[in-house]
Each structure stands twice: as structure tokens, then as C-alpha cells.
């Protein structure tokens, strides 16, 4: 069964503390792999996508890499407006109806 | 700007008071779907279409329809409401690349309950 594992549920971090958050997956055939900020109430804000193990993306403090298991989400000097829940989701290569197969999430505070 | 939106953002009804939450998009995609957000159990597909009068189901497509008409509009329909549909939903849209979609851009959310 397609699945994904995110870790830690909830981090809390010092202003300009660097940490990484985790994605594990299990799928059958990676198409992509999605990384999403999610702020309280509101929609999933698409921040990358990762194809291939040995990837990586980044923008702003933000670095997302990708190996044949997992992802990982590396924040640099955060600082408190990155507070939001990160999501990571993958999409199977098999699947032609595109559904995204998203994991619980990371809940991230940054305090100043 | 580019965006997805959604009417109503929140929702409160009775059971079985027949509702629609339409979905709109202008981005010209041709890929749009709904999802459901619920604690614990993350966001799972609800439908999904490929493109007008294409509609297929997704993981969790009990008590729901939809229609795609129009290729910027994705309404989702529930004929007959129960509170096991109280939830946050989300419409999402995306373009197709030799027929496949990818990264989805999500719209801003209705939350509705089911009294």
C-alpha cells in the first residue's frame, strides 16, 4: 500500500535555529513528490516537486531533497512567518487519475 | 492573479438539505479534483476530472457527485448531507503534461458541518 510517514508531528524551533523536518514513503513507482505549506485555515501552498532520488530544490531558507525512501525539508535560520504546517505528498506513477497520497503533516513554530 | 476559489468558505446545514460548493479556477487547467481534509486522516481525494465532461471517483467518493461543464468549474454536490461529511474541503487544479498532472495548486477551503 502507497503511504507516507511524516516526522516529527510537531517542532518548535528558536528564530535562526536550522532543523530538518522528514517524509518517508513507500510507493509503487514515484511520479513526484510534493512538498506543501499549509497556514490555519487556509489551502495547501505548493512549494516544490522532486522527481528523482539525488534532487534537490530550494527557495529561500527552504532546501528539499529526495532518496529512494525519503525526503527531507531543510530550514535555514528559520524565522517566525515560517511557522505553518508542512506537507508532503506523492503521486505514483501508475495512478492516471493524479491523486496526491499526502501524509499527516509537520506542525512547525518558529518563536522569536 | 492566478487562483483557485471556492464558494461558500464556511457551511452550516442540516441533514439530507441538498448543497453544491462550486470551484473555480484561471489558470486554464485541464485537471481539477477535491479532496477532503479531516485530523488524523490527512487529505484524500474525493473525485477528480481530466477535463470537461471527464470525471472519474477517488479514494473516498461515497455521498458526493460532480460535474465539469465548463473546464474552469469543478462544483461538488452532496444530495443529501450527513454529518459524517463535516469537514474541510478543498478543490485543487492542475495543467496536464502528456496527459498526466503533477504538482496541484489548492484553493482556499470550505468548511462545512453537517448539524
Known amino acids: 500500500e502507497d503511504q507516507v510517514t511524516q516526522s516529527p508531528e510537531a517542532l518548535r524551533l528558536q528564530e535562526g535555529e536550522s532543523s530538518s523536518l522528514n517524509c518517508s514513503y513507500t510507493?509503487?513507482?514515484?511520479?513526484?513528490l510534493f512538498w506543501y505549506r499549509q497556514d490555519p485555515g487556509k489551502g495547501p501552498e505548493f512549494l516544490f516537486t522532486l522527481y528523482s532520488a539525488g534532487e534537490e530544490k530550494e527557495k529561500e531558507r527552504l532546501k528539499a531533497t529526495l532518496t529512494k525512501k525519503e525526503s527531507f525539508l531543510h530550514i535555514t535560520a528559520p524565522k517566525p512567518e515560517d511557522s505553518a504546517t508542512y506537507l508532503c505528498a506523492v503521486q505514483a506513477l501508475y495512478n492516471q487519475g493524479g491523486k496526491l497520497i499526502f501524509g499527516q503533516g509537520t506542525e512547525l513554530s518558529v518563536k522569536p | 492573479e492566478a487562483q483557485v476559489t471556492q464558494n461558500p468558505r464556511y457551511l452550516i446545514t442540516v441533514t439530507g438539505k441538498k448543497l453544491t460548493v462550486t470551484c473555480s479556477q484561471n489558470m486554464n487547467h485541464e485537471y481539477m479534483s477535491w479532496y477532503r481534509q479531516d485530523p488524523g486522516l490527512g487529505l484524500r481525494q474525493i473525485y477528480y476530472s481530466m477535463n470537461v465532461e471527464v470525471t472519474d471517483k477517488g479514494d473516498v467518493p461515497e455521498g458526493y457527485k460532480v460535474s465539469r461543464k465548463e473546464k474552469r468549474n469543478f462544483p461538488l454536490i452532496l444530495e443529501s448531507p450527513s454529518p459524517n461529511q463535516t469537514s474541510l474541503y478543498f478543490c485543487a487544479s492542475s495543467p496536464l503534461r502528456q496527459g498526466l498532472s503533477y504538482e496541484q495548486y489548492f484553493g482556499p477551503g470550505t468548511r462545512l458541518t453537517v448539524t
Open positions: 510507493v509503487s513507482g514515484l511520479r513526484g
